[in-house]
C-alpha cells in the first residue's frame, strides 16, 4: 500500500468473509480465547443478609462513546462472593450488554472500588493480551454495524456475555498489540483535539448568529429610532412603535393559531411506518432552522387523515417542545405532499399572512429572548423538557409593524447565510475528521496498515493538507461492511 501507511508483507485469508485477508502472523479466533467476559448482577436495592455491603456500580449509560461517564454512578448491595468475582480492575474493558449494545471503554480505577450491573460485560485479558487492543476492535465492530446485526435478531438488543465470548477478533502478537494501541492512542488524541476546536468554533458561530438575530428582532435596523421600556426585564428597551404581547393575546386575536401532534390512542405506531408517504415529524427531525424529512418518519396519507390535529401546511412555523425544546424552522412554502404529519413532541405557529410574517419569527424564535423563556418556563414544569400548549401562551413577543417584520427578516436571512456558511464548513470538518478517526482504527486493528515502526510525533501540529491523505488511506484499507456478505459462517471458521 502506497502513502503515508504501508501494508504487511505477507497476508493470509482470515477465515471471516467480511474481514478477508489479514497478516500471515495474526491469529483469527474468538474473543473468549484471549478474554475473560463476566456479565455484572441483577439490581439489589436491599440487603440480604448482614455480609452484604452497599457499593458503586456501573450501568450501560455509564458507558458512553466518549469513553466512562462517571458523573451519575449509583450502588447496590454485593455479597462477599460478589466483590471477588465483580470487582473492577484497572485495565478491564467495560462493554454494554443493554442499551445502546456494543458501546465499550477502559477502567483505569477512577473510583477505589467499582462493580457491574448486569447491562454491563467485563472483558479481562489472559495470555498478556492487551485490553486497549480489544477496546480499539470493539469500537471496529461497533462503528462497521457487526454488533448491532447480532443483536438485533431480538426485539430488545442484548450483546449477551456469549455473544461477546463469540465475536470474531484478531490478535497480533501482545508487543504488536501494545504498538497498535499505543498508535490509535496518539491519533485519535489528535483527531479528538481537532474535533473539538472544530466543535468550539460551532458553537462560537451559533452564538454569533444567535446575537446578530437577537439584536435585530428586539431593537429593530434603525438605531436611531426612538426607543421605550418594553415592561419586560429580560427584554429592555424595544422600538417605540413595536407592540410586545404574548402569544396568548395573538391566538385570542385570531390571527394566529398554535397547535401541536396528535395524542392519544389514534397515535401511529412503528408497524404503520411507510418508505413513501406524508412525513412524520418529530423533535430530532428540526436541527438549526432545518427540517429533515430524508431521515424522518412516514406514514400513508389514507392514516394520516384519520387523525384529529398536527396537520402542518407550506409555511407554518414549527417549534419542538418536548424532549429538545427550541428547536425552530419554517416549513418551505412548496413541499410535494398537502401537509406534514406532527408528532406530540412538535407545534405549528400559523401566522396570519396580514399582520405577520412567519420568517420574521422564524427568526424571533431562534433569539436570546425566547430561547431564555423557553428555559425559564420549562423549568417550572413537572416535567423537565417540556413546554406543552398551554406554557406556550406565556411566551413573549416583539411585533413590528408587517412591513418592518419583511425587511428584518430579509436583513437577517443576508446576515445569517454567512454563519450558515461558515457553520456547514465547519461540520463537514467534523464528519470528515470522525470518518477518518473510525476509519484509521478499522485500518489498524484488521491489519490493513502495517504501524510496528511507528514512533510518536512530538509535534501537535497537524497539516490539514495531511488529513485528507491519511483518510482516504485509511479509508480505503477498512475492511468490507459485514453488512454486505452476511455473518452466518463467521462464526465457524475462526480457530483457537
Not at 484478531?170 to 489528535?190: C, N, S, V
Not at 430530532?284 to 427540517?291: M, P, Q, S
Request: proline share 6%.
Amino acid at each position: 500500500m502506497s502513502g503515508k501507511y504501508q501494508a504487511y508483507p505477507v497476508y493470509k485469508d482470515s477465515g471471516v468473509e467480511w474481514l478477508g485477508r489479514v497478516p500471515q502472523h495474526w491469529r483469527a479466533t474468538q474473543t473468549k480465547y484471549g478474554y475473560t467476559i463476566v456479565l455484572g448482577k441483577m439490581l439489589q436495592t436491599v440487603p440480604k443478609t448482614d455480609m452484604d455491603l452497599l457499593k458503586p456500580y456501573l450501568r450501560a449509560a455509564n458507558i458512553q462513546p466518549h469513553g466512562l461517564d462517571l458523573d451519575d454512578v449509583k450502588k447496590m448491595w454485593f455479597s462477599p462472593n460478589e466483590r471477588l468475582s465483580l470487582r473492577l480492575e484497572a485495565g478491564d474493558v467495560l462493554i454494554s450488554e443493554g442499551g445502546d449494545v456494543g458501546r465499550s471503554a477502559i477502567w483505569q480505577s477512577e473510583i477505589p472500588e467499582c462493580y457491574i450491573q448486569n447491562a454491563v460485560n467485563r472483558a479481562r485479558s489472559h495470555k498478556s493480551n492487551v485490553p486497549n487492543f480489544l477496546n480499539y476492535w470493539l469500537k471496529m465492530i461497533k462503528a462497521s454495524g457487526f454488533i448491532d446485526i447480532i443483536c438485533n435478531k431480538s426485539t430488545i438488543p442484548h450483546y449477551t456475555a456469549e455473544k461477546v465470548e463469540a465475536t470474531p477478533i484478531l490478535l497480533p502478537p501482545p508487543e504488536e498489540q501494545r504498538t497498535i494501541a499505543a498508535f490509535l492512542d496518539h491519533e485519535t488524541a489528535r483527531s479528538d483535539r481537532l474535533i473539538e476546536k472544530q466543535q468550539r468554533l460551532i458553537e462560537l458561530l451559533k452564538e454569533k448568529r444567535q446575537a446578530v438575530i437577537s439584536h435585530a428582532v428586539t431593537k429593530g435596523l434603525d438605531p436611531n429610532v426612538p426607543m421605550k421600556d418594553s415592561g419586560v426585564e429580560w427584554l429592555g428597551q424595544v422600538p417605540e412603535h413595536w407592540c410586545v404581547t404574548s402569544i396568548r393575546n395573538l391566538v385570542r386575536s385570531g390571527n394566529l393559531e398554535v397547535q401541536d401532534g396528535n395524542h392519544g390512542e389514534l397515535h401511529p405506531v412503528a408497524n404503520e411506518y411507510v418508505d413513501v408517504g406524508i412525513p412524520f415529524l418529530m423533535a430530532n427531525n428540526i436541527r438549526d432552522g432545518k427540517i429533515d424529512t430524508n431521515r424522518c418518519k412516514r406514514i400513508t396519507k389514507e392514516r394520516a387523515d384519520q387523525l384529529r390535529i398536527g396537520f402542518s401546511v407550506a409555511g407554518d412555523m414549527l417549534l419542538t417542545h418536548k424532549g429538545t425544546v427550541g428547536e425552530v424552522a419554517k416549513v418551505p412554502e412548496q413541499i410535494d405532499e398537502p401537509y406534514w404529519m406532527l408528532t406530540p413532541q412538535v407545534t405549528y405557529y400559523r401566522w396570519s399572512p396580514r399582520f405577520y410574517d412567519s420568517s420574521y419569527f422564524t427568526y424571533q424564535f431562534q433569539s436570546k429572548a425566547i430561547a431564555t423563556q423557553l428555559d425559564i418556563i420549562s423549568a417550572m414544569q413537572s416535567t423537565r423538557s417540556y413546554v406543552g400548549l398551554i406554557a406556550q401562551g406565556a411566551l413573549i413577543v416583539t411585533v413590528p409593524p408587517i412591513r418592518e417584520q419583511m425587511q428584518i427578516q430579509k436583513e437577517l436571512f443576508r446576515r445569517t447565510n454567512k454563519f450558515n456558511g461558515l457553520l456547514s464548513k465547519a461540520s463537514l470538518m467534523v464528519k470528515f475528521l470522525q470518518e477518518r478517526r473510525t476509519a484509521l482504527i478499522s485500518a489498524a486493528v484488521t491489519g490493513k496498515i502495517d504501524v510496528r515502526n511507528w514512533q510518536p510525533n512530538t509535534s501537535t501540529q497537524v497539516a490539514e493538507s495531511d488529513l485528507p491523505m491519511a483518510a482516504e488511506q485509511a479509508a480505503e484499507a477498512a475492511p468490507a461492511h459485514p453488512c454486505a456478505h452476511g455473518t452466518g459462517s463467521s462464526m465457524n471458521s475462526v480457530t483457537r
